[in-house]
């Protein structure tokens, strides 16, 4: 055993027991706590590995486990409110785009709740909350990639499939 797993191991036992009760009592579910303690313990093997010399263990783990554990509580809060919005009318909106009789505000509705769950937060986290394509992917753990495609594919499918005409129109012929 080299000499870089050795000082880890002896890090790990004498630390895990004190995180593992910290995540314990701020976690929502034990499966939580044990999968933040997992992926800090990975992150600082990987940073010893790297060379990284760590003067205090015990404060610096702890303070990767509080930041995992805000990291989550964040990403949660944020999904939450998307589920409580996800069927919650914006009646003002909706008024003022039929008026305008330029969208069809149900219509469009209607078709991106159709559509996967996945695309469904991102419109309502790019177009709904005003998050910029990076923070939707932050939000969403995905890729700046896959928020592109997802936006650009359905915008497309949408403008397909709505039906043109006065009662119908999505977007306005000039």
Same mark, same amino acid.
């Given at each position: ?91 003002? /909106? $909706?008024?003022?785009? =039929?008026? @305008? ?7 469009? &509705?209607?078709? !991106? #709740? ?24 932050? /939000? $969403?753990?995905?890729? =700046?990639? @896959? ?7 359905? &915008?497309?499918? !949408? #403008? ?15």
């Amino acid at each position: 055993m080299d000499e870089i797993t050795q000082r880890f191991e002896k890090i790990y036992n004498s630390t895990y027991d004190y995180l593992y009760k910290y995540l314990i009592l701020k976690s929502d579910t034990r499966e939580t706590a044990e999968d933040i303690l997992q992926s800090v313990y990975l992150a600082f093997y990987k940073k010893m590995q790297e060379g990284a010399k760590v003067l205090d263990p015990k404060h610096y783990l702890l303070r990767m486990a509080k930041h995992s554990l805000a990291d989550h509580y964040s990403a949660r809060i944020v999904m939450e409110s998307i589920d409580e919005a996800k069927d919650v009318v914006d009646e003002d /909106a $909706l008024r003022q785009l =039929e008026q @305008t009789d330029s969208y069809i505000y149900e219509e469009v &509705l209607e078709q !991106l #709740k159709a559509a996967d769950e996945l695309t469904y937060r991102i419109f309502l986290l790019y177009f709904g909350y005003d998050l910029t394509i990076k923070q939707t992917a932050k /939000a $969403l753990g995905v890729a =700046e990639m @896959t928020v592109k495609n997802k936006l650009y594919r359905t &915008l497309k499918k !949408l #403008k397909k499939e709505m039906k043109e005409g006065e009662n119908y129109a999505l977007f306005r012929s000039s």
